[in-house]
């Protein structure tokens, strides 16, 4: 049989399946939902796949029978029976120029061509949309409408920290979704994605039998590859790349993709891959932070520095941070989540979650995302992660400590105001624990041994570092303490050269101002 290509980048149905690219077959889930025919709401991080699903959706209403050939719906449906489908997709509106309104209503009267309809004397965007929709149903019959990245115009906003053109839009868009409710009669099935969920958007607020799937356990696994998926549509690929990685036998290699790649989750048990990472890394065969790479919002990275927020392990929480999201309290654990920096753990059945990394791609990326817009380091002289990784294997601990004084030299000062003594110590253990977490070291913090507890061992093949920080003391203080404490005790046994490492932070400068370094015995 023909080798299928990999469908990367391809969010157009038809285009997938006539380019002979491989479709994971989702059509069961699908047939569900269009059947019943209700009015969904589905929330998925970016490049989850929901543009795909939409544009299967239409095809499949069009009465395309041709491409669902071979799929599970092609035998479950109704061919003889289609319907006329709006799809709409704001990534394809104009608004950055002209503005929102201007941009919904060229989008609109280029929908009116498309369907031969006139367009009504109100052109207010509500009354626009309304007209059109029963103007196709009066020739058509009942309408299907499909609307991608309905909040773009405001996460667009917020990426940009224009937090009032946001708002704008928010109110724009409300406005815009109202005529919905009015064409209720004349609608088919409505299906809106987004990749997050507005809680102050007309949408949630009027449209209230609209039926939010985002972690509706029947509808989990609707986006993203299951480990069972990836193994049988992927076969093939998972071959070509197995002898590229000789060290690892075919479960060990499976597995290693598993921990890179999969992970995220709705409801707490089905473990899904993100499609757009995983399709690059089967093409590429590079352990990568694909999908962080394609495009990671600042203003987030900004929140997590301003709010000492760090150990994204293990936060307890309950279904309700759902609803806390509105651009006048963008709550970071709801946000997290919801751009799929988070992912659920645990679900228990009264609603209680526990939220971690979905996978190693996502941890570490955003360890680095962090450590690198901190600021440019004062005097870094270009120096990165890489460097301070290279500095710590050659054990060149004057290196290091330059790149770190100048990492920490360079952060941006807003990150301590308002902030207590206690606070700014905290904030430094963050930073220094994702830091090494980051390089790709072994590295425990806060290790516990029979007289205290070290702030930091990180281990390389030739070396174990035990790490102290002190604040507003001095770097001398720390690493008698290190001695004093004998934290390399548990280490005695490890034929490696034990280092201890003294470090003050300077609570008035914001800066690392004592470094001193011993051989321990």
């Not at 301003?306 to 806390?324: C, M, S």
């Not at 989540?337 to 609603?351: H, M, R």
Request: one cysteine or more; aromatic letters at 14%; proline letters at 3%.
């Amino acid at each position: 049989m023909e080798k299928r290509y990999l469908p990367i980048g391809t969010q157009d149905f038809r285009k997938l399946r006539e380019r002979n690219n491989i479709y994971v077959d989702k059509t069961e889930r699908i047939h569900s939902l269009c059947k019943a025919g209700r009015m969904y709401f589905l929330a998925r991080p970016r490049r989850f796949g929901k543009s795909l699903l939409l544009s299967t959706m239409s095809e499949l209403f069009k009465g395309s029978k041709n491409l669902f050939e071979g799929l599970w719906i092609a035998d479950h449906w109704d061919w003889t029976v289609t319907n006329p489908v709006i799809h709409i997709s704001f990534a394809s509106v104009d608004y950055e120029e002209k503005g929102l309104v201007f941009g919904i209503r060229k989008m609109l009267l280029e929908l009116y061509a498309e369907f031969d309809a006139a367009p009504p004397h109100d052109h207010s965007i509500k009354g626009l949309f309304t007209t059109l929709i029963k103007q196709i149903h009066a020739k058509q019959g009942k309408v299907v409408i499909l609307i991608d990245e309905y909040d773009k115009p405001i996460i667009d906003y917020m990426e940009t920290h224009e937090l009032d053109r946001a708002k704008a839009n928010q109110v724009i868009l409300g406005n815009f979704y109202g005529g919905l409710k009015d064409a209720d009669p004349f609608i088919r099935m409505l299906f809106i994605t987004g990749v997050s969920k507005f809680t102050k958007v007309s949408l949630f607020s009027k449209l209230n039998n609209l039926d939010d799937l985002t972690i509706n356990p029947h509808y989990s696994t609707l986006l993203g590859y299951t480990q069972q998926e990836l193994e049988y549509y992927f076969v093939d690929y998972i071959d070509d790349a197995l002898p590229l990685f000789p060290e690892y036998n075919r479960q060990q290699f499976l597995e290693k993709v598993r921990v890179w790649y999969n992970g995220y989750s709705w409801d707490g048990v089905n473990r899904l891959y993100n499609p757009f990472g995983t399709l690059l890394f089967l093409e590429s065969r590079e352990f990568q932070s694909h999908w962080f790479q394609s495009g990671t919002p600042t203003f987030l990275v900004k929140m997590l520095l301003k709010q000492d927020f760090f150990h994204l392990e293990n936060i307890e929480t309950t279904i309700n941070f759902l609803n806390q999201y509105s651009l006048d309290n963008l709550e970071l654990t709801s946000l997290l989540f919801q751009t799929g920096y988070l992912t659920i753990k645990e679900k228990s059945k009264e609603g209680y979650l526990v939220l971690s990394y979905p996978n190693q791609e996502v941890r570490e990326a955003t360890y680095e995302f962090i450590i690198t817009d901190m600021g440019h380091p004062r005097g870094g002289g270009g120096m990165t992660i890489q460097h301070l990784q290279k500095a710590f294997m050659s054990n060149d601990l004057e290196k290091a400590e330059d790149i770190l004084t100048a990492l920490f030299g360079g952060l941006p000062f807003d990150v301590y105001t308002h902030q207590t003594v206690r606070q700014i110590e905290g904030f430094y253990h963050g930073l220094v624990h994702i830091l090494f977490q980051c390089l790709g070291l072994h590295m425990q913090s806060e290790v516990h041994t029979s007289k205290g507890r070290a702030d930091c061992i990180v281990q390389t093949p030739t070396h174990i570092y035990i790490l102290e920080f002190k604040l507003d003391s001095n770097a001398q203080h720390a690493l008698t303490q290190i001695e004093n404490k004998r934290y390399a005790k548990p280490f005695a046994a490890d034929p490696r050269i034990k280092v201890g490492i003294g470090i003050n932070f300077n609570s008035l400068t914001k800066e690392l101002d004592g470094w001193e370094t011993q051989v321990l015995t």
